[in-house]
């Protein structure tokens, strides 16, 4: 294997290679000219089987083992309910989010798994969602009032079907709390001490990761919620208070009590690995949604795992609660397609909920009609904390400008944990020009 | 070569001449070696001990045992099969297009003197060398604003089909293969075509039957060259393809990751089965793949 | 950039009235026939229209879209916008100056690490040395590799408990060991590192090509004139290795600039990784869609890159014609 000598006038003087390689040139030829049909067939395909009769297609990003089962189940059992074939296009939660925007305008599958929120108003808003206000008539008496309304887009018609939803509180291992002696704060400063006594007892006190950028909005609104209540938050989002004011201000300052206890090596670890060092009994506890289950396959550890509000600050208590909402919408073609809402119909049943939940225990179906007797005791009460709640939110990256939130917030957020410093004055400009942009 | 090993004093010979002026370069060139062999053995190594092995024992160690399941698993799992069939779509008609094209615009400029000569090579050349980034969002969408019948695309654009990425390599490419291929041409007596000529042939039949049989070794260069670089490129499936099941493998081997969240194992067996097709064509063709490198490069 | 509406001309109908065999080479010049005329229309008009519309089109796009306002959904919802992108990006936007630190950093980098690196290995290898081949195969193996591979494999190394690099520094598994590629204080480097594990291989292969084609009489030369290895290299190899000189600054340079890959697997190029062509991608095709100011910073990742495209492209062809 020698490096050849290889000025160009060097080559030609090989010609028993050169033959070689000739013939594996025509060989190329020859396959590509073969490709070419299969290459019209791969590129095909799917919407001529979407349109006939009875088949639909899927596009999920619940790409982790467990809901990727369960989703798988919950197709399942449409499947063979109905004798429909669905096409299922499974990608990496991380893809079909950052890529949403590219994804609904390019190749989507009928329908789709995604978030309630103004990130479900805003794609329906731009036309890129099909209302599925004809399924609705079919599920609407199985929805409480509040998940009616989170269903909506911004012109009244519904665009979303809800599947399940989640509590966001801090998670913790009962076994290591009842042996070191830790209560569950109720106010801020309570919550201070523990984290304190957590350090001096060699914990890391808060478990953190936020390598993906998005876990650490979850710390954010809580904190904004508890400082200025749940209608600021909600204006802030949707920028209707400035970002330059002293209570955007005060939110940061209470936040900087808590970075001393909340892991230094969240900006390279993903959730999961949060998640591990809490279960591990490295980190005493872990803000995150209750969908941290899914990622516990011990069922010793699973059982032994709790939660509490995140503590009230000054005001409204603990009234408000981030518990979002994950389900369906259709993509503008699927609307076209009978089997596609049919299936719609079928997820926002109890049937088709129960489906899903008996493979992902982690979540809480929505459905009235949904049997909620398997729930673990883990589950019943966070339904009770969100059934219990004043208020709901859904998560920063739900509840904002996609592009505030993806582009500012998550930079300005990982400065943050970095340094202790945040330019608010900069955030509201970026926040100007971005909804200016709209 | 072996001319330029003889004549410098100063390097020695290997007839044992001065052996010790290379001992500090041994151990020089030694240490680098370890150091650019020890990523590639680590990952193989870890792709060959399970899981389990792994936990047990932590990646540091030489203990347990060693088998291939990681590379089955890897293998079904991650749907790698339709990764490396959607490559092999991608990439053959890529580079016969790109070869074809760029011959026949690298004859036409290098055999003919006309006005545009120059410029239309200096803009080829430039194009070849853009950061993609500056053309993603126009060419995302003019593609998205084509409309294609639905019996070819499923996405009714060119938009997530193959169609979109190979055009967009096939022009990418192009500056770069005529720009090599014009100077080779260059390079041919330039009686041979004359002489045809004399006897009537034509411009195609100059092309076909003198030219582009001539240029064989420039164009294996740059097949093989051309091969490695598509398999490799990451960018453009990123920005066109959605379906995850019509990816390639360099694009899909990303997800993959994501899939196999904190299993090195697996993530270590995907990119060391990823690997292999690379290196055989690095075994195999490794002068052409040399030659490629290089005929752009040393232009006089 | 002033040459593009010529592209136009050479059309499969207009080209060939231009076309003759050159005096120089056939000493005769004869018209061609129709036909011919056509063929090579064909031949020049076919690759120039692929060239024209999915490179240079999209070229003058995206800077007609740098002065606009658009969230990239609907057509008609495009809105002049001026200069305000490109203040936007230089005064608002809070990544860009450590992006264009960052790639600023890695262009410094690859020219006086990973190049020169690369240059020392060729130097080394092109002596008879025992084993040349082999070493050269090892240091040209990552070369065949992605950027993506590269970022893969090195992942494995640089994991905070799993990884090759902490197990060997002993700090593997305790609150001590770095995050290498999360850590933002190191990740740029050690992106730099696997970076140089490719590059400098590149480097090799070609100027070790270059010194290959060097004519040995001038080194006979000037070993009887009792010229050292030091003095050997850069009073007689160096200075007529000029051209191939050329090539590793220009490659070197597009090489820091095109950086993308490797960033945008480790981390999508976020806290501490942002480099300018991330920053592009982001704002044109993630979630936060902003056609306008992702046109921007393309554009001035186009003007910085036409630099060293131009200066390569003056010094190929100049003496051309």
Redesign the interface.
């Known amino acids: 294997m020698a490096l050849p000598p290889s000025t160009p006038s060097a080559i030609p003087s090989d010609s028993r290679l050169n033959r070689r390689t000739l013939l594996k040139g025509i060989g190329g030829v020859t396959t590509a000219l073969a490709a070419a049909p299969l290459l019209a067939a791969c590129s095909g395909g799917s919407p001529q089987a979407a349109k006939s009769a009875n088949a639909t297609s899927l596009g999920s990003g619940l790409s982790d083992p467990v809901p990727r089962s369960a989703i798988q189940a919950m197709v399942d059992a449409y499947k063979s309910k109905s004798g429909a074939t669905v096409k299922m296009n499974v990608m990496p939660r991380a893809q079909l989010v950052d890529n949403i925007s590219s994804y609904l305008q390019s190749n989507p599958e009928d329908v789709i798994t995604w978030f309630a929120g103004y990130k479900m108003r805003y794609y329906a808003a731009k036309g890129l969602l099909a209302p599925v206000d004809d399924v609705w008539e079919k599920i609407g008496g199985n929805f409480s009032e509040g998940l009616t309304t989170a269903s909506q887009g911004d012109d009244g018609k519904k665009y979303f079907v809800p599947n399940y939803n989640y509590p966001w509180g801090f998670f913790y291992r009962k076994s290591l709390w009842a042996e070191r002696g830790y209560k569950v704060p109720g106010t801020f400063d309570a919550f201070l001490a523990l984290c304190a006594q957590m350090k001096k007892d060699g914990l890391i006190p808060i478990a953190f990761a936020d390598k993906d950028g998005w876990p650490a909005m979850g710390t954010f609104d809580y904190l904004n919620m508890r400082t200025n209540g749940y209608q600021f938050h909600v204006d802030l989002c949707a920028h209707k208070e400035s970002w330059d004011q002293q209570k955007v201000k005060d939110v940061f300052d209470n936040w900087k009590a808590l970075l001393p206890y909340q892991d230094k090596a969240a900006l390279g670890a993903t959730w999961q690995e949060g998640a591990r060092t809490m279960t591990g009994k490295k980190s005493g506890m872990y803000l995150i949604g209750a969908f941290i289950a899914q990622d516990v396959s011990d069922k010793a550890i699973l059982a032994d795992l709790d939660f509490f509000p995140f503590p009230a600050i000054a005001v409204e208590g603990t009234d408000a609660i981030e518990a979002p909402i994950d389900g369906f919408v259709l993509s503008k073609r699927g609307g076209s397609n009978k089997t596609a809402k049919d299936m719609l119909a079928f997820f926002g049943s109890g049937a088709g909920q129960d489906a899903y939940a008996a493979k992902d225990a982690s979540n809480l179906q929505t459905a009235k009609d949904a049997n909620t007797s398997s729930f673990s005791e883990l589950n019943r009460k966070g339904a009770a904390a969100i059934s219990g709640a004043k208020h709901i939110s859904q998560f920063f990256d739900r509840d904002a400008l996609p592009a505030m939130a993806n582009n500012v917030m998550i930079p300005a957020l990982q400065g943050f944990l970095k340094d202790g410093t945040i330019d608010t004055r900069n955030l509201e400009a970026q926040a100007k020009s971005l909804y200016a942009a709209e | 070569m072996t001319a330029t090993a003889t004549i410098a004093p100063a390097t020695g010979s290997p007839g044992g001449g001065r052996p010790r002026r290379h001992y500090g370069t041994h151990l020089f060139l030694v240490t680098m070696a370890v150091m650019w062999l020890v990523p590639l053995l680590w990952t193989l190594y870890t792709s060959l001990r399970p899981k389990a092995v792994t936990d047990k024992y932590g990646y540091w160690s030489l203990h347990g045992s060693i088998n291939l399941d990681n590379f089955t698993a890897a293998w079904t799992q991650g749907g790698m099969a339709t990764y490396f069939g959607n490559t092999l779509l991608i990439t053959v008609p890529s580079v016969v297009l790109t070869l074809v094209l760029a011959s026949m615009m690298a004859f036409a400029v290098s055999r003919f003197s006309w006005k545009f000569n120059l410029t239309l090579l200096v803009l080829f050349t430039a194009g070849n060398m853009l950061p993609p980034q500056v053309l993603a969002a126009p060419l995302f969408e003019m593609f998205k604003n084509t409309p294609l019948p639905y019996s070819i695309s499923s996405s009714g654009t060119l938009l997530d089909t193959y169609y979109a990425v190979i055009a967009v390599e096939v022009a990418f490419q192009l500056g770069f293969c005529t720009f090599v291929l014009a100077n080779y041409m260059k390079a041919l007596p330039g009686g041979l075509t004359e002489a045809a000529q004399v006897d009537g042939a034509s411009v195609w039949q100059q092309y076909s039957r003198i030219i582009l049989p001539l240029s064989r070794p420039a164009l294996a260069a740059l097949g093989t060259l051309e091969v490695v670089w598509l398999y490799n490129d990451y960018f453009w499936p990123l920005l066109f393809i959605h379906s995850g099941d019509r990816l390639p493998i360099t694009t899909g081997i990303t997800n993959l990751q994501g899939q196999f969240l904190l299993d090195y194992n697996m993530i270590a067996a995907g990119a060391t089965i990823t690997v292999i097709p690379t290196l055989v064509v690095y075994l195999a063709l490794q002068r052409h793949f040399v030659a490629g490198l290089t005929l752009g490069a040393s232009k006089d | 950039m002033s ?2 509406p ?2 136009t ?2 059309s499969a109908a207009a ?1 060939p009235a ?5 005096p ?4 005769r010049v ?1 018209r ?2 129709g ?2 005329r056509l ?2 229309g ?3 008009g ?3 229209l ?2 024209v ?7 003058l ?2 800077v007609g ?1 740098s002065f606009t ?7 008609a919802d495009i809105r002049p916008a001026g200069l ?1 992108n490109y203040t ?1 990006a230089a ?5 860009f100056w450590p992006a264009v630190a960052h790639n600023i950093i890695w262009l410094a980098f690859l020219a006086l690490v990973a190049t020169p ?1 690369g240059l020392l ?1 060729a130097v ?7 084993g040349t ?1 082999l ?15 590269v970022g ?6 640089y ?2 408990n ?3 690099l902490n ?2 520094l002993g700090t ?2 305790t609150p001590g060991a770095v ?1 290498w ?4 204080d190191v990740n740029l480097w050690a992106a730099l590192v696997a970076t140089t ?1 490719r590059h400098a ?2 480097i090799m ?2 100027y ?7 004519d ?1 009489s001038l ?2 030369a000037a ?1 009887l004139d009792g010229a ?2 030091w003095q ?1 290299f850069f009073r007689v190899v160096f200075p007529v290795m000029r ?2 000189n050329i ?2 600054v ?2 070197t340079i ?1 090489e820091a ?2 950086a ?2 490797i960033v ?2 480790i ?2 190029g ?2 501490g990784l ?1 480099l300018l ?1 991330v920053l ?13 100011v ?2 921007a910073l ?2 001035i ?2 003007v910085i ?1 036409l630099g ?3 200066y ?2 003056v010094r ?2 100049r003496r ?2």
């Open positions: 040459v593009m010529q592209t001309l050479p080209a231009d076309v003759s065999v050159p120089a080479r056939s000493g004869r061609l026939s036909r011919d063929v090579l064909l031949m020049v076919l690759p120039t692929i060239q519309v999915l490179v240079w089109i999209p070229t796009l995206s879209l306002k658009w969230n990239g959904l609907n057509l305000s936007y005064q608002e936007y809070p990544p690196i290995l080394l290898l092109d002596q008879k040395i025992r081949r070493y050269q195969s090892i240091f040209f193996t990552p070369v065949m590799l992605s950027m993506v591979m893969i494999i090195w992942q494995l190394v994991a905070r799993e990884g090759l197990n060997l593997a598994g995050d590629f999360g850590d933002s594990w291989g590149y292969v070609l070790l090509a270059g010194l290959k084609g060097i040995p080194r006979e070993a050292n290895a050997m051209p191939i090539v590793i220009v490659i597009i600039l095109r993308f890959d945008y697997l981390n999508k976020t806290n942002e062509s592009v991608i982001q704002n044109l095709v993630g979630v936060g869609q902003v056609i306008g992702g046109s393309a554009v990742l186009l890159s060293p495209i131009v390569y492209l190929t062809f051309a014609d």
